[in-house]
């Protein structure tokens, strides 16, 4: 089906490693997104993505990079990875320059950082 | 900025209960307001929406109103199933930012 592809689906990883967390759309959206899931906290962007080619800073960028690798693909980058960053990922994206019409968004990668 | 609060969980309802999820919003511009929903496991899927004040959304029975004089959006469905338990988000944007703004959830619990 159509839609929003993450992976992994899980992971742990050990304090100080790194990892990229892949997403792809095949929607033929322009604008892409990275939040991330704590419990109570709902759902905070970390990075986006309007067109190919740029990115913007969110809520909460710090420990984090991203790339627009082209129009499909934009991946999140965790350098030395922290507990605090044990967190559920979501990726998503939307027609146009932004969410007028809202999100479709992948399953998610649950991260633990130990 | 903009900000979305909603009611808090979570919520236990017998099965053909009536349901309401409260949500309010601040927001600047012109935004639309969303509600999704997240069935365990896996990721936010869109349940409706509406993009002007005194607009409408509906899906799968539910339903909410834009109101702009309230600034809310309350989720609203006459009669739940088992199958709607989940966590609903209500959401606002862009306006005049340039992403959506989440609520902190709700969880939903029915009981058979």
């Known amino acids: 089906n159509a839609g929003v592809t993450q992976t992994p689906k899980f992971q742990v990883l050990k304090t100080g490693q790194s990892m990229t967390l892949q997403c792809a759309q095949d929607?033929?959206?322009?604008?892409m997104y990275w939040y991330r899931q704590d419990p109570g906290m709902g759902l905070r962007l970390i990075y986006y993505?309007?067109?190919?080619?740029?990115?913007d800073k969110g809520e909460v960028p710090n420990g984090y990079n991203v790339s627009r690798l082209n129009k499909r693909e934009f991946s999140l980058r965790l350098e030395s990875a922290a507990p605090s960053q044990t967190s559920v990922y979501f990726c998503?994206?939307?027609?146009?320059?932004?969410?007028?019409?809202?999100?479709?968004f992948g399953s998610g990668t649950r991260l633990t950082v130990v | 900025g903009n900000s979305v609060t909603q009611m808090e969980g979570p919520v236990t309802l017998s099965e053909e209960a009536f349901l309401t999820i409260n949500c309010t919003y601040t927001a600047t511009g012109y935004p639309s307001l969303f509600w999704y929903v997240q069935y365990p496991g896996e990721g936010l899927q869109l349940l409706l929406k509406?993009?002007?004040?005194?607009d409408k959304g509906s899906n799968k029975g539910f339903e909410a109103t834009y109101r702009k004089e309230t600034t809310s959006f309350h989720l609203e469905k006459g009669s739940v199933q088992v199958s709607d338990s989940a966590v609903y988000f209500c959401a606002t944007g862009p306006g005049s930012a340039r992403q959506l703004t989440f609520g902190s959830g709700t969880q939903l619990t029915v009981l058979p």
């Open positions: 998503a994206s939307s027609e146009g320059a932004g969410p007028q019409r809202g999100y479709t």
């Open positions: 509406a993009t002007k004040a005194d």
């Open positions: 929607m033929n959206h322009n604008s």
């Open positions: 993505s309007a067109s190919e080619g740029t990115t």
